[in-house]
């Protein structure tokens, strides 16, 4: 049986585009996985708290010689990360925002991306190496190649390197909804069948993912 763990981050609820394609693929998969297990976390509406220096103590030091509010930092954890190492297939919502990732997602790969799990240097493997990742974004603008602002994405960029630490990049697929600031911004008016097109191909790639 196999896990799946969705999560979203947009703070856009029913607008939200990224939220569109995470549940296209997250309804596909449940049809390709009628035994599956799934778990969903909505950092949008639930953020999680910053971590804090006790988390970050808490991380580097062995379990048995944690002190009792580094004990309790990681317990308050450890939901969080429990649903990590269940899961089989990590898929993520993730809105561009400020060229980057929302703050929330941060918060969430703060926990994750530590010590314990990351990737040992010789044999480039981790406690989390094996699980697929899908990343789904959504951006206003464009960032791809070729595009006046392909150097400004550190939004793939990033996923690609902090995941890579605790090797989750070993089956990691992005699918990019682009132009979505198209049918608000009049500026944009002229990009809006570009941004119809990118929406239909990330609906059509979410599809062939999940039934891979
Ligand atoms: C706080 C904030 C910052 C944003 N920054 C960017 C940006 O840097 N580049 C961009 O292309 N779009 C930016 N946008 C637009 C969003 O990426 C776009 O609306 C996207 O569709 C949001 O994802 P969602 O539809 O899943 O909520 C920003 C939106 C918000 C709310």
Redesign the pocket.
Known sequence: MSNLLHIDS???GD?????EITAAFADAWKLANPAGGYVYRDLGADPLPHIDATYYLAVQTPAEQRTEVQHEAWQAAKPVIDEVLAADVILL?S?????SIPSALKAWIDRIAVRPFFVDQETGVGALTGKRVVVAT????SYAPGTPRESFDFQEPYLRAVFSMIGLDQDLSFVHTEL??AHVVPEMAQLRDLAVSSKELAHETVRKLAAA
């Open positions: 947009s703070i856009q607008q939200s585009v990224s939220r919502g809105p561009m925002y400020n060229f959504s951006r206003g603008g979505t600031l």
